[in-house]
C-alpha cells in the first residue's frame, strides 16, 4: 500500500513540475509521442533538468550571435586602423582583447551558475568557446537518445518559430 501512495505522489509531483515546464508541456501535448514515450520522455526532462539545458543552450546561440556582431565590427576596424597607420599596436589590440576575455569569463559564471550540479568544470570549458558552446551543450544530452532529440529538435524549431514571429513584428512596428 506505501509503495503505490508514494508512486501516486511521484506522479504527482512529476506531473506538477511538467506543468511548469515549457519543453514537458511541449511534448505532452504532441500527438506524435505515444504514451509510453510522453512517460520516458517526461521522466528524463524532470530528472535531467534538461529544460535548464536548453535554456542555456538557447541563450549561449543568441549570445553567439550578439558577440558576432560586436567581433564583425572590432576586427575589420583594427585591419582598417593597420592599413591606414601602418601598423597594429597595443591601443587598438586591448579593446578586442578585453571583449574576449570578459566574453569568456561572463559565459563561464553564466553556464556554471545554471549548470553547475549537471556538468563538469572542463566541460564548462568547452561551452565557453565562442560560436560552439551552445551546441556542444546540446550535443551532450542528444547523441545517445532518439526519442530526446526529436523532442528537442521540435521544441526547438517551434521556439525559433516563435522568435522570428517576435522579431519581425517588432520591425513592423517601427
Excluded at 103 to 123: D, Q, V
Excluded at 144 to 167: M, N, T
Aim: with cysteine.
Amino acid at each position: 500500500m506505501s509503495d503505490t501512495i508514494q508512486k501516486a505522489e511521484q506522479n504527482y509531483q512529476q506531473r506538477c513540475a511538467c506543468a511548469e515546464d515549457a519543453f514537458c508541456r511541449f511534448i505532452r501535448d504532441r500527438s506524435r509521442f505515444s504514451v509510453e514515450d510522453k512517460a520516458y520522455l517526461t521522466r528524463i526532462i524532470i530528472h535531467h533538468e534538461i529544460s535548464g539545458f536548453l535554456y542555456v543552450s538557447s541563450v549561449l546561440a543568441g549570445w553567439s550571435v550578439v558577440a558576432g556582431i560586436i567581433d564583425a565590427i572590432l576586427f575589420p576596424g583594427i585591419i582598417v586602423y593597420a592599413i591606414f597607420h601602418g601598423a597594429i599596436d597595443y591601443k587598438v589590440l586591448t579593446p578586442p582583447l578585453l571583449f574576449l576575455i570578459g566574453n569568456g569569463i561572463a559565459k563561464f559564471f553564466f553556464i556554471y551558475s545554471n549548470l553547475r550540479h549537471h556538468i563538469r568544470f572542463w566541460e564548462v570549458l568547452i561551452a565557453i568557446l565562442p560560436y560552439a558552446g551552445s551546441a556542444y551543450l546540446l550535443k551532450k544530452f542528444l547523441v545517445g537518445d532518439v526519442l530526446l532529440r526529436e523532442g528537442v529538435l521540435g521544441f526547438l524549431a517551434e521556439r525559433k518559430k516563435v522568435v522570428k514571429d517576435h522579431i519581425k513584428s517588432f520591425l513592423r512596428l517601427n
